[in-house]
């Protein structure tokens, strides 16, 4: 997983998901706009983060581990039982 960039500066957000009111939209594959980063920030329990290109790279987020979401790469996210989380949006 990339590391957010040096310099980069958040400037916005969504609300709070749960597994019961995640967006279908995270759920399959999407993708952030040119420029833009995101920050998959996990306040409880596990996400399962997948990252669908170049190669398929699952990653479990938690807490302790956020996911970084590069401009323009496709990815999406699956419910790991009870789970809080938010994204927030960076460039």
Known sequence: MKAMP??????????EFSENTIPAGLLRSHRTKA???ARIVVLEGRLLYRI???D????????????????EKAHEVEARGPVRFRV???R
């Open 35 to 37: 420029g833009t980063w």
């Open 6 to 15: 040096e310099g980069a500066a958040c400037y916005g957000g969504t609300p």
């Open 88 to 90: 927030e949006f960076w």
């Open 52 to 54: 669908l290109e170049p």
């Open 56 to 71: 398929i790279e699952e990653i479990e987020l938690s807490p302790e581990r956020p996911g970084i979401v590069e401009p």
